[in-house]
């Protein structure tokens, strides 16, 4: 749990550097970045929360191979962690990149820096994913494990279908913002000083 709410202040990062960038794609990806946070971010609590449910524990080490004992539930993990981690076709990249093409146009090495974090991410997204997940069975508690019920899969179904189609269409959600964006750029650029 800690980890997964570590990697949420590392997205509120690339947030708040594109609200400072002052350009258009800065500004938008902070936003969409926003937004997909909160579908990631709340898809990868509803994770960890049913398997809290099943083994009362919220520590890595008291995992270890539930791909063996709940294969359904894992698909959708990988899914989450994939997005958590910035992969192309899910909400968690696109803010994301459109923060890095922002940086760049400002500067390339703040635009570097950005890419840097978004590799460091995904190493620990991944390093976690392995741990519980993958590899044997690795105690008594996962070996009694049961796959995810009708419910938990609706609401793990949701979450994975709004991460798609933000990934993968997000012109909805950067068409409304916009306007706003470039209103906005425009009062910034106005200095208040006479």
């Keep these: 749990k800690k980890l997964v709410a570590y990697s949420s ?24 970045q926003m937004i997909s946070h909160g579908f990631v ?3 990868m609590f509803l994770a960890i929360g049913v398997l809290y449910d099943r083994v009362h524990s ?7 191979g539930v791909v063996n004992t709940m294969p359904k539930f894992t ?10 981690a910035g992969l192309p ?3 968690g990249f696109v803010g994301e990149w459109m923060v890095i093409l922002g940086s760049v146009k400002v500067n390339f090495w703040i635009g570097m820096a950005a890419a840097s974090a978004l590799i460091f991410g995904a190493a620990y997204s991944l390093w976690m994913f392995k ?12 070996k009694h494990l049961k796959d995810i019920n009708a419910r938990e899969f609706l609401f793990l179904s949701l979450l994975a279908i ?5 990934g993968v269409y997000p012109k909805p959600f950067t068409d409304v913002m916009d306007v706003s964006v470039a209103e906005l750029l425009k009062h910034v650029a106005v200095t208040k000083l006479n």
């Design 9 to 32: 202040v590392a997205h509120m990062g690339f947030v708040t550097l594109g609200f400072f960038l002052f350009n258009d794609l800065g500004v938008a990806g902070g936003i969409v």
């Design 41 to 43: 971010s709340a898809a």
């Design 58 to 64: 919220r520590e890595i080490s008291a995992y270890g």
């Design 75 to 84: 698909a959708f993990a990988l899914l989450f962690v994939m997005a958590n």
């Design 89 to 91: 076709g899910t909400a």
């Design 131 to 142: 741990r519980v997940y993958l590899g044997p069975v690795a105690n008594d508690h996962v």
């Design 162 to 166: 709004s991460i798609l189609y933000m």
